[in-house]
């Protein structure tokens, strides 16, 4: 976003509600300045889609076992004004040590799925700022 964006969004009432209790907003001028529980790491080479509810990181840990590293962001249930709910899937970003890996798993990503659900694998592609 814009300085001016960041600073009117900054100022805005959040209801942290739609993100969930476990919500943490941090506000910084760039990624270095994020504190290490909040660190982002840019050597992510694929992206998981389309992760169902009730599926833990250890389940994503067992289907990519080879994986260096896992970040999960968990599907959850969005409230709606009306009584009806949505729900958002869950989403993870794979890091790996080397791009054999990497194109093994995205030449057979059709045969991933959990609960007999298939996920959607891509090449995560850091956008430059």
């Not at 209790?21 to 992510?44: G, H, I």
């Not at 962001?73 to 890996?101: D, M």
Request: glycine fraction near 2%; hydrophobic fraction near 30%.
């Amino acid at each position: 976003r814009t300085n001016l964006q960041a600073e009117y969004n900054q100022k805005r009432g959040i209801n942290s509600s739609h993100f969930g209790s476990n919500c943490k907003m941090e506000f910084v001028q760039n990624f270095s300045q994020l504190s290490n529980e909040n660190q982002f790491n840019e050597n992510w080479n694929i992206v998981v889609k389309k992760i169902p509810e009730d599926i833990t990181e250890n389940d994503l840990k067992r289907l990519f076992f080879n994986s260096n590293e896992i970040k999960y962001i968990p599907a959850r249930i969005a409230q709606k004004l009306s009584t009806n709910h949505k729900i958002l899937f869950g989403h993870a970003f794979l890091s790996f040590t080397n791009t054999e890996q990497v194109d093994e798993v995205m030449n057979n990503a059709y045969q991933y799925q959990i609960n007999n659900q298939p996920l959607i694998l891509s090449y995560y592609n850091k956008k430059e700022s």
